[in-house]
């Protein structure tokens, strides 16, 4: 665990290897891109999903599935399902800022109420990261995050009779904000995003904020950069040595991470970033 204000930082040796799948070594030992957020060769990869609720080949699963509308930012908005048993882990994971159950019910019924909301509704199943991070920084106020969940929810509870599964139990409106958890109400706005690592290549920085996969560390000089950590699996990691990083107002809560970590380090990004929401990319090592 790595709390809110204090230092991360990493230096990546050699190459990137494939992570295998389902707890298994990649039996090709192969090299995967440094810009692959999956940190998986293509055969791992098949087999890593191939086994996933998404691949739908668990249709007999026991388990309650419940539905929800997760919000990411003005206009980003998706509908997915996760495990019971999970709570709002799934919601944590994808970063999303807001969020509200719609239903509990068996697996299928999920994924068919799924399927309905996202024609009906016009929402997509799945948002790209990068524009979760374009939005991050410019966030509406709780009150109006609320209510763009509660009129999506409402129109979703329209479609109750007509291809709502009546398997699938609907859940009361309950929007749940996760700005205060994830540090974004109290740590300045991303500028510049990790694109890879690479050989060499040195990411530290105080960590100031984190939604999902992604790392919002201060560096000075730099603003604050954020570093999905689905970058790192694959590659050996080495700490960097140990100095003073900047300080700044962070909120104190702890965070889980990847790797481990000293408590202070040398602020610095030696690797290619690219600008949040521009497009921009700033190459190789600086």
């Not at 908005?77 to 994971?93: M, Q």
């Not at 890879?196 to 000075?220: Q, T």
């Amino acid at each position: 665990m790595l709390a809110y204000g204090a230092g991360l930082g990493f230096r990546a040796l050699g190459e990137r290897h494939c992570v295998g799948a389902r707890g298994n070594v990649c039996p090709l030992g192969a090299v995967v891109p440094g810009r692959s957020t999956g940190g998986r060769c293509a055969e791992c990869a098949r087999l890593d999903r191939a086994h996933s609720v998404a691949a739908d080949t668990m249709a007999d699963d026991p388990r309650t599935y419940r539905v929800y509308l997760a919000w990411f930012g003005p206009g980003l908005v998706k509908v997915g399902i996760t495990g019971e048993e999970r709570g709002a882990a799934r919601l944590r994971e994808q970063g999303a800022v807001a969020f509200s159950w719609l239903g509990r019910g068996p697996l299928m019924a999920a994924r068919r109420t799924e399927e309905v909301l996202r024609a009906a509704l016009g929402v997509p199943d799945r948002i790209p990261y990068a524009r979760k991070r374009s939005v991050r920084g410019q966030l509406p106020g709780g009150e109006e995050r609320a209510a763009e969940v509660a009129e999506l929810y409402g129109r979703a509870a329209e479609l109750e009779g007509r291809g709502w599964p009546e398997s699938l139990e609907r859940l009361p409106l309950e929007v749940v904000d996760q700005v205060g958890i994830f540090g974004l109400d109290r740590a300045p706005a991303p500028v510049r995003s990790v694109r890879e690592l690479v050989d060499g290549g040195v990411v530290a920085g105080r960590l100031v904020a984190a939604a999902g996969p992604d790392l919002h560390l201060a560096v000075a000089g730099g603003g604050v950069v954020v570093l999905d950590t689905r970058l790192i699996t694959g590659w050996d990691l080495v700490a960097v040595p140990d100095v003073t990083v900047p300080d700044m107002a962070v909120p104190d809560v702890a965070v889980p991470l990847p790797v481990s970590a000293p408590a202070a380090v040398q602020d610095d990004v030696r690797v290619p970033l690219i600008d949040i929401g521009g497009g921009g990319v700033q190459g190789g090592l600086f």
